[in-house]
């Protein structure tokens, strides 16, 4: 496809309009694919959750693995500096504990 002879404003409508194809495509192509999947596995005597789930006693990790948690405190002076609550005291949670503060008073 030779573009060199379109406008500025036809190559700008072409840009416009490439991101909307290219997800309308992919969309379509995973549902061919994702058909075609489901009738290959069908054919052996499967199906695409037996096989995604993983064989038995494989552990299949959660949709919630790796996700972040929430900081329950925060520095009262440097914003930045938070912790969950998890894990080992960061080394500034452990001088304001030392200094006669309290995880309640770092509450978020």
């Given at each position: 496809?030779?573009?060199?002879?379109?406008?500025?404003?036809?190559?700008?409508?072409?840009?416009?309009?490439?991101?909307?194809e290219i997800?309308?495509?992919e969309a379509?192509?995973?549902?061919?694919?994702?058909?075609?999947?489901?009738?290959?596995?069908?054919?052996?005597?499967?199906?695409?959750?037996?096989?995604?789930?993983?064989?038995?006693?494989?552990?299949?990790?959660?949709?919630?693995?790796?996700?972040?948690?929430?900081?329950?405190?925060?520095?009262?002076?440097?914003?930045?500096?938070?912790?969950?609550g998890r894990?080992?005291?960061?080394?500034?949670?452990?001088?304001?504990?030392?200094?006669?503060?309290?995880?309640?008073?770092?509450?978020?």
């Amino acid at each position: 496809m030779d573009i060199s002879n379109l406008s500025l404003p036809e190559l700008k409508e072409l840009e416009r309009l490439i991101p909307r194809e290219i997800k309308r495509r992919e969309a379509e192509e995973k549902v061919k694919v994702r058909k075609e999947l489901e009738a290959f596995v069908q054919a052996r005597g499967f199906s695409l959750n037996d096989l995604m789930g993983g064989e038995a006693g494989e552990k299949v990790k959660s949709a919630r693995a790796g996700s972040k948690v929430a900081a329950k405190y925060r520095h009262p002076q440097q914003a930045d500096l938070e912790w969950t609550g998890r894990g080992r005291k960061p080394k500034w949670v452990e001088a304001w504990l030392a200094n006669g503060g309290n995880l309640d008073q770092l509450a978020i």
